[in-house]
């Protein structure tokens, strides 16, 4: 079974930073995609940003510059620099493509959520 573990969140004041991290667990043997997504109460859950294999990345446009996200094998971590009230959100880890040794597929697994609250 695969699983993906969030830590990171917290408070921190405007202009802050927070470093969130997320780590697959599991017997894997590869994930084509992996990514940050928030979401906030009444809305969609929304893609923050993402990487691939080939460590291309996607960001959305309002983190663009301020956040960075990276990749080591399974883990993937999401730098978040400059922070604004806007950002406060629960923040949700994505794994898309996952073959396991045993070569079982998944084609997405999420995480739990780690809130992120961006307050003076």
């Known amino acids: 079974q695969v699983q993906l573990v969030e830590s990171g969140g917290g408070l921190v004041q405007p202009g802050g930073s927070l470093r969130l991290s997320c780590a697959a667990s599991?017997?894997?043997?590869?994930?084509?995609?992996m990514g940050w997504y928030r979401q906030a109460p009444g809305k969609q859950r929304e893609l923050v940003a993402t990487i691939n294999t080939g460590y291309g990345t996607n960001y959305k446009d309002s983190v663009r510059g301020r956040f960075t996200i990276s990749r080591d094998k399974n883990t993937v971590i999401l730098q978040m620099n400059f922070l604004k009230p806007e950002d406060t959100d629960v923040y949700f880890c994505?794994?898309?493509?996952?073959?396991?040794?045993?070569?079982?597929?998944?084609?997405?697994?999420w995480g739990q959520g780690t809130l992120v609250t961006v307050s003076s």
């Open positions: 599991g017997s894997i043997s590869s994930i084509a995609v």
């Open positions: 994505k794994a898309v493509d996952i073959v396991t040794t045993g070569g079982l597929r998944y084609l997405e697994v």
